[in-house]
């Protein structure tokens, strides 16, 4: 007789917050389209990729949460931008997708830090996710969209230093 797995509650709301904060990216695709052009797998991939890199190092749940969140905020700034443009820029999704690999080693060197010293506190590890992934974003996007691609509204171009 195979015994079932059982699935503590903290876990089940654990994995509900992850999902949740990955929906408005898709809910805005499912309302407006994909203002994006990226294609509705890309909205799936990208978190994914980045949240399953970071869990190989198997940090505490909250600091994925982080990760996923910033993920998602990222996207609906994107979507925003696109969808207020007075003129839609066909290629904006490539300026999310190259800087996504600032994202991720930012994740994983956060989720790293975090399991070595054995970071406990929920909140802090919400915060350090969020802002790992923020920080390793920005840092991607500033270069990608000032050296090598044109990312409309978003950060490039910067003011010109004389």
């Not at 015994?3 to 929906?23: C, K, Q």
């Not at 978190?47 to 198997?58: D, E, N, R, T």
């Not at 949460?65 to 007075?86: C, D, K, N, P, R």
Request: with cysteine.
């Amino acid at each position: 007789m195979v015994t079932p797995m059982r699935i503590s509650n903290r876990r089940i709301i654990e994995i509900g917050a992850l999902l949740l904060v990955l929906t408005p990216p898709v809910l805005v695709i499912a309302i407006k389209g994909d203002p994006l052009f990226v294609g509705a797998w890309y909205y799936l991939a990208a978190p994914v990729v980045v949240i399953s890199a970071a869990a190989l190092v198997q940090p505490q749940i909250w600091l994925l949460i982080g990760i996923a969140l910033a993920s998602s905020l990222s996207f609906l700034a994107y979507q925003w931008v696109q969808l207020t443009a007075q003129r839609v820029e066909g290629l904006l999704g490539l300026g999310h997708l190259f800087s996504v690999s600032g994202a991720l080693i930012a994740a994983l060197a956060i989720a790293y830090i975090s399991r070595r010293r054995n970071w406990e506190d929920p909140r802090g590890l919400f915060v350090a996710g969020l802002v790992a992934w923020a920080v390793g974003f920005v840092i991607a996007q500033v270069i990608v969209c000032n050296t090598v691609f044109y990312c409309g509204g978003i950060l490039s171009p910067l003011p010109q230093l004389n």
